[in-house]
């Protein structure tokens, strides 16, 4: 069938769009959010963010002066709102809230997958932990992002090149499809046309150069014509000319009715009957479907009754069915929108429902996220040799020349070397302060190792070169710290302040260190898939190893806090450091045991499925 009539005054349609194919071979298009409405709404969230962080300042001002302990662990909790209240801020409200913060829903834009299904929690993680990278960014903050989205084709920030995600226009309208059309009592639909369109198209050009032929050879051609066409139309006159002129009216008559075009009311360009008749007849159907759609988009076809699953999949098969033709018969632009916004919200509720089934939190914590570290052994090798490399050499620099410490170490750490003999002689512990303050203490340093951990991570989107140069700066720092405080015969003080938290502490740092390398590799040697492919897949894999090192940073930073920094015996200090290395052995064979069973489970459910396929 010939393409419909359009007005050739309707605008160019200037917006980018994204098309993604369905498994029913639909295609739903998503118009990108250009640099502008996302630096919009970035500000707006920025501005409510610093609104918030203001606020906690505030209180938490007012809380340093009670010296209540309750008031003390409240300051310790607004410290650690503080510090996450930026990442916690995007990453909640896009994995909670249909990938809209405030802004993002204030300018009419959402985040989604680069398959228009819904952003996932582990991909609104990533690509607000690569915010980190792509927005401040030291001495060029926001820049790199808004090149990349000014940039790429798909305005893609790397935080959405990690986390497989793009940001799209979500127009209030595309969920209502507005009043139904008044349509005229015009004739339509006289049967269908008796000739095929080059026939037509034959006559109407010999019609209307009929005239300017010499009579002979006008004479001829009808007659030719009237001998083509009356196997299949009967002949309207006995002369010729009549007969055809007759046909060409009818035939007029017939295609006007079946693809005839009206202006659309408060419209620029034309609209087909057909149209206007499809829209009519379907639009109830659309609308059932459009109220289903919306209830199960975000929790999936599993919310529904199980007898109302299978109705619930025919009807998303027909409005698809839907779409493709409504795109065929020239549907308007609006009604298109809305049909794909339910398209994909029932696509995403029932494709949902068919992948793996969200983990509870107990084993996702226990078996999900330790195995994700012992998947990556090699990674996390790599940054453990990267951090362990640069302490030795750091230690053995100062142990070699002790002049030099003044110069390559804080002047406060070397004041605490060169008093550590007096201190410990006086029974003071390295960095030991009042009970009342250890709450504010261990809030403190477990924001300051997450966020070191998070910059190690975040690090792989640029090949990795930031997370080289925290693991080599940390480990050397180490190295230097404990190489002085051995010069000044108190190598035993520094670790008996180290012994209770260093274990897990390390152990994260080199962990978030294999998760940035773990990016970095998919950006580096892709290997069989696409670049971008493989970076979505490794940016899952690295997300669950830093949800690991946020458990064991904030074990961590609890013990360094409360214990670490107070007056307790060593050897309870030292009691916490073994039982921390069983811990994470433990936490480590829960892991691999958990690879281990996925990894029996696969040939099973293989076999199962070729016996299954056998007996049919």
């Excluded at 966020?451 to 990795?464: D, E, H, N, P, Q």
Aim: aromatic share 8%; charged share 20%; with cysteine.
């Amino acid at each position: 069938m010939s393409a419909p009539a359009r007005d050739r005054t309707a605008p160019t349609d200037l917006r980018e769009h994204l098309g993604v194919e369905t498994p029913e071979h639909v295609e739903l298009h998503f118009e990108l959010a250009g640099v502008g409405s996302r630096a919009a709404a970035a500000l707006l969230d920025t501005a409510l963010v610093m609104g918030g962080m203001v606020l906690i300042a505030l209180v938490s001002g007012a809380l340093v002066e009670s010296a209540a302990a309750l008031g003390r662990w409240a300051l310790a909790v607004l410290i650690l709102a503080y510090v996450f209240s930026f990442f916690g801020y995007f990453a909640l409200f896009e994995a909670l809230n249909g990938g809209r913060t405030p802004g993002k829903k204030a300018l009419g834009i959402r985040v989604v997958m680069e398959t228009g299904h819904a952003v996932t929690p582990t991909a609104a993680v990533v690509r607000n932990l690569v915010r980190l990278m792509d927005c401040f960014f030291p001495l060029l903050p926001v820049l790199p992002g808004f090149l990349m989205v000014l940039l790429h084709r798909r305005h893609q920030r790397p935080g959405d090149l990690a986390a497989g995600t793009i940001v799209v226009r979500d127009r209030p309208t595309d969920w209502t499809l507005g009043p139904a059309t008044a349509t005229t009592d015009e004739p339509l639909e006289a049967g269908p046309p008796d000739l095929s369109d080059a026939e037509f198209q034959l006559l109407d050009q010999f019609l209307a150069r009929e005239g300017e032929l010499d009579p002979a050879v006008q004479a001829r051609m009808a007659s030719d014509l009237v001998r083509r066409f009356q196997e299949r139309v009967p002949r309207r006159a006995r002369d010729t000319s009549a007969s055809l002129t007759a046909l060409h009216s009818e035939e007029q008559r017939k295609r006007r009715g079946r693809f005839a075009t009206r202006a659309q009311a408060g419209a620029i360009g034309r609209t087909t009957v057909t149209a206007e008749r499809f829209v009519a007849h379907k639009r109830e159907g659309w609308e059932a479907f459009r109220v289903a759609a919306k209830r199960v988009e975000r929790a999936g076809v599993g919310m529904l009754p199980p007898g109302e699953i299978p109705a619930f999949a025919t009807r998303y098969r027909e409005v698809a069915a839907d779409l493709a033709r409504a795109r065929t018969y020239g549907v308007d632009a609006p009604v298109i929108e809305y049909l794909e916004r339910i398209v994909s919200a029932g696509h995403n509720a029932l494709y949902r429902a068919r992948g793996r089934r969200r983990a509870p939190i107990g084993r996702y914590v226990l078996q999900d996220l330790p195995a994700a570290v012992v998947q990556s052994w090699r990674y996390v090798g790599a940054a453990f040799v990267l951090f362990a490399v640069p302490a030795i050499i750091g230690y053995g620099v100062i142990r070699a020349r002790p002049d030099r410490a003044a110069e390559l170490l804080p002047p406060v750490l070397v004041s605490r070397a060169e008093q550590a003999a007096e201190r410990q002689a006086r029974g003071v512990g390295y960095a030991e302060s009042p009970k009342e303050d250890l709450p504010v203490i261990a809030s403190a340093i477990i924001s300051n190792n997450v966020m070191i951990a998070f910059w190690a991570f975040a690090g792989g989107i640029l090949l990795g070169l930031p997370t080289v140069w925290v693991l080599v700066k940390n480990g050397l720092a180490l190295g230097l710290g404990f190489g002085v405080f051995v010069n000044h015969h108190a190598g035993g003080y520094l670790a008996t302040f180290i012994a209770g938290h260093g274990v897990l502490e390390l152990t994260a740092i080199f962990i978030a260190g294999g998760a940035g390398f773990r990016v970095a590799g998919a950006v580096l040697v892709p290997g069989d898939r696409t670049r971008r492919d493989t970076l979505v897949l490794e940016g899952r894999v690295a997300a669950r190893m830093i949800g690991a090192v946020v458990c064991l940073l904030t074990v961590a930073g609890a013990i360094e806090g409360l214990l670490s920094a107070s007056d307790a015996p060593p050897a309870y200090k030292f009691a916490v450091s073994a039982a921390s290395v069983l811990l994470l052995v433990c936490y480590f064979a829960s892991g691999w045991a958990y690879l281990r069973s996925r990894a029996n489970a696969a040939p099973a459910a293989g076999a199962t499925g070729a016996t299954g396929t056998t007996s049919h």
